[in-house]
């Protein structure tokens, strides 16, 4: 085994110590990517020379102290959030060239803090995807087995972060695109309370249930990554105004909600890892409290209908007018925008744009997008009510370990159904995340833990208390040298 | 064509309007781009405008003021909370493929307009909604060779959308109540009431029925009416396009029709008639706006005397004949301006008559608006105070008022100079009075035969050769002291 990666602390004591500088940390990483990314396909974009530039600047700011809480960390944006002046395609031939003329709230706050963005991630088209299959851009490959998938959307990032070829990496979650790819991954994934993070900037799918976040080697790096994103934003209508998110080192005791039934049908080789991982917890002194949520069965046909909806009016503005791909085929502006469409978008898209269109259509608003909202009203009181009586809630992040590419080639809902954990959390704006638990096959297990709106830090404080117990999330996948 | 015979008296039209009220905000409705029209295409637009992908709309507080505004002067029910909703169409101009607008819970509902015909008869229009949406771009057609230009400049433009209820039954009708709507709009300052830039536009829905029936006909719909004779106009031809059609057993299309100004006919709009599906659904990117009563209090405070109430005033208490009161409670920079002038002079009949005629008259003349008058209203009251005083004719004083008006002296100096250059001279008095005589012979004769109201034209006469420049009552006293004396 490899000695444990360090973390972002560590990294920037390393730097602050001038042990090493942002520099050689930068060109280190870079040396990094290159002998390895290729292997997974989790780029889309590098930015080696801004990335050296701010590494610069970082060194200097270091030099004078005036470094911040991330200054000369190297991390990654998924290729969802606009950074000005470079190509923003979310891995879309329709983006293909598409070049953002401002950044995103989050690419912004994170420079801000002094993180260097060394490049983009790939991801499932315009983030609608749970294999990373769907990329313009090509699949990624997971570290862990490079006959399987990552998961998606945010396959690239979960992909980079494990292969330590980032410190860390933005994500966004709209279903599970953020804890999803990061369970296949052996990464924690967070996913904020929604209007916690801005998503201005960033690419929209589904705007009610898009939650900017990210992914990283370890809990804590996720809370000084999300201490750097988050804020209120004037910008997003939807964006919050509340307390920094904080954590505090002191253990206490909590009470997890244990949603027995969602545990009870999953194949052996993840409940095993599960259930230690649920020990591991219990012996550290919390409580487990037994729970139900109801409506859980309706939550993924719900969840489709709402973010179908949304997706089919978000991607009506890429008809090919102002930006983004035109076809060459000449006719009149109807035509142009069917060709353009046509040939802009891949599969997935259409059949999401199709589906949402025809939810939102006289005659099926009522029985479709409706009732979805009634459901989603509901979700969302079975996780209210239970945190009548917990602290946190206990989940598991995935069904399965990270499947072989092209297994869910035959139907759709097949791959819907990968997100039946993670999207009822999206559709109540409530946060989470997936820490790695053990490993099944070589492949690694994801554990979800939900929190109320807002309260990051019982997240935080009880996954740092986790892996200060467990080293699954120091492990590191073993990649062929080339 | 329509048959110039129909017999219209069998019929009733019945007439709706729906009006986009351009609301003047410094910024649009969801950007922080400006509102303006007066720049190169796509320069006020900006990336949230522009749809480029991230962007989000942010509602500009102010549209909400100014709407709240416009529901309390028309007694509406200002919604505790209201929403946006999508409205989902492709169109060039339309940059994120859908309109950000209101459709089941408007800012606005319910309220009333009370609308004054041209034979000075009053009815009271029930208004159905007023909600608010963001306007489009434009499409730009042959200007650049085998293109459309897009101009985005527009799009995102705050509009109020104001429907009045089926309840016009006239052309005459509708477009006093379009002129009423925009006489409220620009008197709250909500619009700056520019028709030929487009800041109101009216759409009208017409159907016509038998006289006595209760069923409405089928309609039809006219887009894009951007004047009030426009409306009048194309509603007269839609309404004898109809009865002709139906008199002849004819059936009429739902449809949307354009009105022709040079040819002076409403057309079909051809290619428009797809049966649209909207898809409407509440935007997401937007929380829905909640009206606190601080809101409605801060408008309760803004709502300036409206110009009904102000209208009653001046007939009651300032004693001002019906018609004179209407007519100086057209425009509010007007009916101020009258106000501040009568508060200074103290005589509203004197002071309604300057502001009416002389006042009037030059900003025709001049083809300017009243806050871009030389003389203030204070000003004119001053002028109109020494005239109630008896210090200068009223001819003196419209010499008085030219002269602020080119050289924007202060009254009291212009008075002070014109009583100078008033002819003093007894002499040159006697002398001008004797040559007046001498040339109406006639008058002369009359006065003498004692016709004594003859006197008053022969002042006027002497008046006119000295062109104003001469105290009446002195030519008063020569006159009689030379006509006595031969």
Redesign the interface.
Known sequence: MNTPFPSIEQLRTQLTSREISAVELTEEYFHRIRSTSHQLNCFVSLHEDSALQAAREADSDIARGRDRPLTGIPIAHKDIFCIEGKKTTCCSRMLQSYVAPYSATIVENLENAGAICVGTTNMDEFAMGSSNETSANGPVRNPWNLQHVPGGSSGGSAAAVAARLVAACTGSDTGGSIRQPASFCGVTGFKPTYGRNSRYGMVAFASSLDHPGCLTNSVEDAGRMLSAMAGNDTKDSTSASQEPIGWSSSTRPRRLGYPTRLFADLPQSIARPLEEARHTLEAAGNTIVEIELPHFDVAVSAYYVIACAEASTNLARYDGIRYGHRSKFDGNVEDMYAQSRSEGFGMEVKRRILTGTYVLSVGHYDSYYMKAQKIRRLIRDDYLRAFHQTDVILSPSTPTTAFRLNAMDLDPTDMYKQDQFTVPVNMSGLPAMSVPCGFSDGLPVGLQMIAPHFRESELLELGIDYQNLTDWHQQQPCLPKT | MPAKNVNSSLWEPVIGLEVHVQLNTNSKIFSSAPVTVSVEPNRAAN?VD??????????NKKVVEKAILFGMATAGRIASRCRFD?K?Y?Y?DL????QITQLTEPIIEGGTLEVRVDDGSIRQVELVRAHLEEDAGKSIHGKYAGK?G?DLNRAGTPLLEVVTAPQLNTPDEASACFRTLHRLVTWLDICDGNLNEGSMRCDANISVRRHGETQLGERTEIKNLNSFRFVERALKHEIDRQISILETGGEIVRETRLYDVERDETRSMRGKELAH?Y???PD????PVAITQEMIRAARSAMPELPEARCSRYIDELGLPAETAHRLTQEKAFSDYFESAFAIAGNAKLTANWVLGNVAATLNRNEISIENLQLSGPQLGEIVKNIVDGIVSDASAKQVFEHVLATKSNVADAIGQQRESLMSDERDLKALVQRVLDGNPIQVEEYRKGKKKILGYLVGQVMSAAKGKIDPKKVNQALTEILASD
């Not at chain 2, 522009?50 to 509602?59: E, F």
């Open positions: 990336a522009l749809a480029l992908p991230g962007t989000l709309p942010v509602l999508r989902n492709f060039p940059p994120k493929g859908y459309t897009i599906d898809r409407y659904f997401p990117d937007l929380l």
